[in-house]
T-cell receptor
Framework: AQTVTQSQPEMSVQEAETVTLSCTYDTSESNYYLFWYKQPPSRQMILVIRQEAYKQQNATENRFSVNFQKAAKSFSLKISDSQLGDTAMYFCAFRMDSNYQLIWGAGTKLIIKP | EAGVVQSPRYKIIEKKQPVAFWCNPISGHNTLYWYLQNLGQGPELLIRYENEEAVDDSQLPKDRFSAERLKGVDSTLKIQPAELGDSAVYLC??????????????FGPGTRLTVL
């Protein structure tokens, strides 16, 4: 069975700092997709970034980038120049190529302090 | 373009009472998902629709939960009777065809249910 683990329940950094959120997963599949979602206090879940397992290049979206280590089954999210609006729960999620279902981690609460 | 709409945003009921949640997906999205999210946890899928067909309801507690998507557009999730343990946030999401991993799931704001 596939599992997703986020080992940091909560993190707090100063505005403009860089922060890295950790995620590890377990699967025997070779083709899969990894996602980071953001859920602000308003509760609307928003896709931040996506990584295809077959791509060696790490995905980037503006201030957000990932460090995808396939052999280590690690998928961390780096937020550069953090902003107050980045305060939210961040969820790591996994999806097999052969199955539509998302497997979610427990989330990391990120607080950006002014 | 309007996002996924859910109502109500909040609902407080006594245990053993019925409750219903409504979701209107993004126009053109034929795949609709209902998730349950407990505090401090990630979402758990309850049911997935492709158009009006429930293609995966294996995690829906069918003794008390039911869902429908009669015309393949909006959907209703019902609990009858509600139990204390049903207190959670109920999220609705929609996407273009769910089998394509590049079809992003768009989420609604959720309904926070409190059962007293």
């Amino acid at each position: 069975a596939q599992t997703v683990t986020q080992s940091q329940p909560e993190m707090s950094v100063q505005e403009a700092e860089t922060v890295t959120l950790s995620c590890t997963y377990d699967t025997s599949e070779s083709n899969y997709y990894l996602f980071w979602y953001k859920q602000p206090p308003s509760r609307q879940m928003i896709l931040v970034i996506r990584q295809e397992a077959y791509k060696q290049q790490n995905a980037t979206e503006n201030r957000f980038s990932v460090n995808f280590q396939k052999a280590a089954k690690s998928f961390s999210l780096k937020i550069s120049d953090s902003q107050l609006g980045d305060t939210a729960m961040y969820f790591c999620a996994f999806r097999m190529d052969s199955n539509y279902q998302l497997i979610w981690g427990a989330g990391t609460k990120l607080i950006i302090k002014p | 373009e309007a996002g996924v709409v859910q109502s109500p945003r909040y609902k407080i009921i006594e245990k053993k009472q019925p409750v219903a949640f409504w979701c209107n997906p993004i126009s053109g999205h034929n795949t609709l998902y209902w998730y349950l999210q407990n505090l401090g946890q990630g979402p758990e899928l309850l049911i997935r629709y492709e158009n009006e067909e429930a293609v995966d309801d294996s995690q829906l507690p069918k003794d008390r939960f039911s869902a429908e998507r009669l015309k393949g557009v909006d959907s209703t999730l019902k609990i009858q009777p509600a139990e204390l343990g049903d207190s959670a946030v109920y999220l609705c999401a929609s996407s273009l065809r769910g089998g394509n991993p590049y079809n992003e799931q768009f989420f609604g704001p959720g309904t926070r249910l409190t059962v007293l």
